[in-house]
């Protein structure tokens, strides 16, 4: 994480979290990418999202802790993500967390289809604003475009628009991740410059399933 930022985590708080989800997966089984996009998108998002909504799609709180000092430490760790996520874009210094998987032959390949998964169940806990938006200006399309077009591209999402999306080339992908953080940047942005209106009002109902995704391998940032 940054080094400017006070609730950024060190690297072995980073892997305390991740061994933690890996053992203890919550309700949509998000690791440490997956939480990380999941806050990307509430914090980036159009209206506040309390921790008493997030929080649920991250660990279950009834049976997700062995005891209180865990449950403590876990959700301190869990908070200081999200605040990072906070300070980050706020000092435009915010970088994705992506998982990291090996392939048969030994190498390592970069990931971005957990984040993009928990950036797209931070979407649904908003979903009638973000949907209604994006239906009705193309600008919010185009600048979720890199996230879009890398989750087609991991096979996160199925649709006749997404299939319509030629395969990225080894320059194209690296471009379209290196290109995810300013997108969040920009999504922020866009919210604080023009909020939900009351017809795009959310309701309470409880936000869809994601999809499943894979989930080997070992997180990067």
Same mark, same amino acid.
């Given at each position: 994480?940054?080094? &400017?930022?006070?609730?950024?985590?060190?690297?072995? $708080?980073?892997?305390?979290?991740? $061994?933690?989800?890996?053992?203890?997966?919550?309700?949509?089984?998000?690791?440490?990418?997956?939480?990380?996009? !999941?806050?990307?998108?509430?914090?980036?998002?159009?209206e506040p999202v309390p921790a008493s909504e997030w929080l649920p799609q991250v660990v279950d709180e009834e049976s997700g802790f062995s005891d209180a000092d865990q449950a403590n430490r876990i959700l301190s760790l869990i908070v200081r993500l999200y605040n990072s996520v906070v300070q980050e874009l706020e000092a435009f210094t915010y970088e994705p967390i992506f998982g990291e998987y090996e392939e048969e032959d030994g190498s390592a390949e970069l990931a971005a289809v957990g984040w993009c998964e928990g950036f797209s169940v931070g979407i649904d806990l908003r979903s009638e604003v973000w949907e209604?938006?994006?239906?009705?200006?193309?600008?919010?399309?185009?600048? !979720?475009?890199? /996230? /879009?077009? /890398?989750?087609?591209?991991?096979?996160?999402?199925?649709?006749? &628009? &997404?299939?319509?999306?030629?395969?990225?080339?080894? $320059?194209?992908?690296?471009? !379209?991740?290196?290109? /995810?953080?300013?997108?969040?940047?920009?999504v922020q942005q866009y919210w604080r410059e023009q909020p939900p209106q009351p017809d795009e009002a959310s309701t309470n109902d409880p936000p869809p399933r994601p999809l499943p995704r894979r989930r080997a391998g070992r997180w990067v940032h």
């Open positions: 994480m940054s080094n &400017t930022t006070p609730y950024g985590l060190e690297a072995s $708080e980073l892997d305390e979290l991740h $061994e933690y989800l890996v053992a203890h997966p919550g309700p949509v089984g998000l690791m440490l990418d997956g939480v990380h996009g !999941l806050l990307s998108a509430v914090v980036a998002g159009p209604t938006r994006m239906a009705s200006d193309p600008r919010l399309m185009d600048l !979720l475009d890199p /996230i /879009i077009r /890398i989750s087609a591209d991991e096979g996160l999402f199925e649709s006749d &628009t &997404t299939e319509q999306l030629a395969p990225l080339d080894d $320059e194209e992908r690296e471009l !379209l991740l290196r290109a /995810i953080g300013g997108a969040v940047a920009d």
